[in-house]
């Protein structure tokens, strides 16, 4: 059965809340959901930092994959956020456990966490 647009929105806020409460345990107790922000969102998590650098990150539980929208969705948050990285944290099927959930990140964006400095 698909989903109605209602389920939809809430399975996304589950999502989201289950994404921020992992990291807040295991990265920064600072990290929580952020509200939507409209045309100036900037991303559904906030609070992470690594290195002193805001990240920003993406959730997505959908059954389409879209990984070149999501990463530019990122991408454009990211600069709304002035953060040092995007990446999106996506639904793995049939794995309800918060970290075994993917992570997609451009190669920019992986240099830039690693190195401190965006190419």
């Known amino acids: 059965m698909a989903r109605s647009r209602?389920?939809?929105k809430q399975a996304g806020a589950r999502f989201e809340r289950?994404?921020?409460d992992w990291l807040a345990e295991h990265v920064d107790d600072r990290i929580d959901r952020r509200v939507?922000?409209?045309s100036k969102d900037r991303?559904?998590?906030g609070g992470w930092r690594f290195a002193g650098r805001r990240?920003?990150?993406e959730l997505k539980d959908v059954a389409t994959m879209n990984l070149g929208g999501w990463v530019?969705?990122?991408e454009i948050e990211r600069l709304?956020?002035?953060a040092h990285v995007a990446l999106v944290i996506h639904k793995r099927r049939g794995h309800g456990d918060p970290g075994d959930q993917y992570?997609?990140?451009t190669l920019r964006d992986l240099i830039a966490l690693t190195t401190g400095e965006r190419p």
Do not use: F, R
């Open 36 to 38: 939507k922000g409209g």
């Open 55 to 57: 990240i920003v990150a």
């Open 18 to 20: 289950s994404i921020a």
């Open 72 to 74: 530019k969705e990122a």
């Open 80 to 82: 709304n956020d002035d």
């Open 6 to 8: 209602t389920s939809a």
């Open 103 to 105: 992570v997609t990140l």
């Open 43 to 45: 991303g559904d998590i």
